[in-house]
């Protein structure tokens, strides 16, 4: 059986219409990192299935699609998960001191129960052999291709009025224990999810002063490592 030939896949390109574009970056725009906002209402299976095959359409190196995808609603379970996350949560804020530990245990982290979808996303590195098309060299690439599914998931929720939480505080032989997640697979995060009907018109940690954002201009270089276009060089 002979394979098609490429060409043959060759479809018309070009720009989106002015107002799919907006659409596109108002999605980017106002995609938020929810932490306490979510409804209870349930998300709706084929709602879930949709922001799933979003995920799924990500590039992934070589082709690989190194991603799982471990939803979860049982209240039970969501439960454990949160009991891992206050765990190393109580961890992080010993880390911080003074104004800014004050800072982050005022931060409300409650998605995990109220949200009432959760995802844990992972990556398995074994997925298409031992050798992948453009990992030879830099085998964190899988890692790579699975947030690049996490972020089409995010856009996709934002359309959808889906609100996602990103928690990444928790020891991974925790979740691997809970959800029963071989060894080898790597947990890139759970995710919580449901419907929003307000989000920050910012990030949140730049409203509560954690953090604000970093003018673009400062952050690109032209050709060489600290050159800036205007001629002004970086320290």
Not at 113 to 133: E, F, N, Q, S
Request: aromatic share 10%; with cysteine.
């Amino acid at each position: 059986m002979r394979n098609d030939e490429p060409n043959d896949h060759l479809v018309t390109a070009g720009a989106f219409s002015a107002e799919e574009r907006e659409a596109v970056y108002r999605a980017i725009r106002s995609r938020r990192d929810v932490r306490d906002q979510f409804l209870p209402e349930p998300l709706p299976d084929e709602l879930v299935w949709r922001l799933l095959q979003a995920a799924h359409d990500a590039p992934s190196v070589g082709f690989m699609q190194p991603w799982n995808f471990l939803v979860v609603r049982d209240a039970a379970r969501r439960e454990a998960v949160w009991q891992a996350f206050c765990r190393a949560n109580g961890e992080a804020a010993a880390m911080f001191s003074g104004k800014q530990r004050e800072t982050y245990q005022a931060l409300k982290l409650e998605g995990i129960r109220k949200a009432p979808v959760g995802i844990c996303v992972t990556c398995d590195p074994t997925r298409g052999g031992p050798v992948i098309l453009g990992r030879t060299h830099n085998p964190q690439m899988d890692s790579y291709s699975t947030v690049c599914a996490v972020q089409n998931l995010w856009l996709a929720a934002r359309a959808e009025g889906v609100g996602v939480g990103w928690v990444s505080i928790f020891h991974q032989a925790d979740l691997k224990s809970i959800l029963s997640i071989p060894d080898h697979v790597e947990v890139i995060g759970w995710f919580c999810l449901g419907y929003v009907d307000r989000l920050f018109d910012q990030p949140e940690l730049a409203v509560r002063g954690w953090r604000q954002r970093i003018p673009l201009e400062e952050l690109v270089f032209e050709e060489e490592w600290g050159a800036r276009r205007d001629g002004a060089a970086s320290g």
